[in-house]
């Protein structure tokens, strides 16, 4: 039996229970008011069953890590008030956790914003794109689950939490950088949306930002005429892959996303966590930007 060091897939589907039960329960109370929600709840359903529970998984390693000995495979943390409060977990490990979880949503929100912003106003600056990264997807996605973790475990503040950011933040960047080249490159079969679609969709990503900053004249008329363009064809999209591989873009978003990755392993090898979570979050660092999905 393969390795699972950090128990993707316990987590995975033991938060896949939690999600149908929960689900199943908010489904007999929408159907009461009407046939009609039907086909949303559907697609609700194939939504949450293709998840990859990276949060969880971060959140779960993150109440590991700071020691909390008990195994709560089934803590099955969701981000609705109401899984949350109903998880089973004593009243003060909750009211230590809101703050997170608030925190969490807030800047979610704001790096939801930036992006919006970014795509309006069109920023293409590898450093707005940087910002982007780091409130959409670093802190939501890898700091804030590791922190909500420490403080459900009963670390709100100290050198856990300030060790989980050191390996979170540069962790969460590297994913989307990975993010962005499968958004790019990526096969849509594995990524499960259609091939440069972030192109299509006029994403300000740190690699468009790289391709564009180095781009000639020639390049920088294909990314300026074809970023945003809805109708973006095959040919069109192969010429933006064109450009961003001959400028080297490419290449510097792979390096930027090996740098990122190892300030994050340094970090966690000097965290003040258990040895069992270091071998775990390290094993989260590879799925989280070594996928193809």
């Known amino acids: 039996m393969a390795r699972d060091p950090a128990a993707l897939d316990h987590i995975r589907d033991q938060v896949g229970i939690a999600l149908r039960g929960f689900l199943a329960q908010q489904r007999a109370a929408l159907l009461r008011a009407g046939a009609e929600l ?38 099955l943390l969701s981000w609705t008030d109401g899984m949350y409060h109903a998880s089973g977990l004593p009243a003060g490990a909750l009211r230590r956790g809101q703050a997170v979880l608030d925190l969490m949503r807030t800047e979610m929100i704001a790096g939801q914003y930036l992006d919006l912003l970014g795509q309006a106003a069109g920023d ?26 420490a403080a459900l475990a009963g670390f709100p503040d100290g050198p856990v939490p300030a060790a ?15 993010d962005d080249i499968l958004g790019v490159f990526g096969d849509p079969a594995q990524t499960g949306k259609p091939a440069s679609d972030d192109v299509r969709e006029g994403k300000r990503t740190v690699l468009l930002a790289i391709a564009r900053a180095r781009a000639g004249a ?41 740098e990122h990755v190892a300030q994050a392993l340094a970090a ?21 930007t070594a996928r193809q999905g």
């Open 38 to 75: 039907l086909p949303g709840l559907d697609a609700l359903d194939e939504l949450l069953a293709a998840g990859k529970r990276l949060r969880p998984a971060f959140c779960y390693w993150g109440w590991r890590g700071a020691g909390a000995a008990i195994l709560m495979g089934d803590l």
């Open 124 to 149: 293409g600056t590898v450093d707005g794109a940087l910002r982007v990264a780091e409130y959409k997807t670093a802190r939501y996605t890898i700091e804030r689950p590791l922190h909500l973790g």
């Open 164 to 178: 989980f950011s050191a390996y979170g933040l540069p962790l969460g960047v590297a994913f989307q950088l990975r």
């Open 218 to 258: 020639a390049q920088a008329r294909v990314i300026d005429e074809r970023l945003g363009d809805p109708g973006l064809d095959e040919q069109g999209a192969a010429e933006v892959r064109a450009v961003i591989t001959d400028t080297g873009a490419l290449a510097a978003c792979e390096a930027m996303i090996g």
């Open 268 to 288: 966690l090898g000097q965290a003040p966590i258990t040895d069992e979570a270091k071998t775990a979050l390290a094993e989260l660092a590879v799925a989280a």
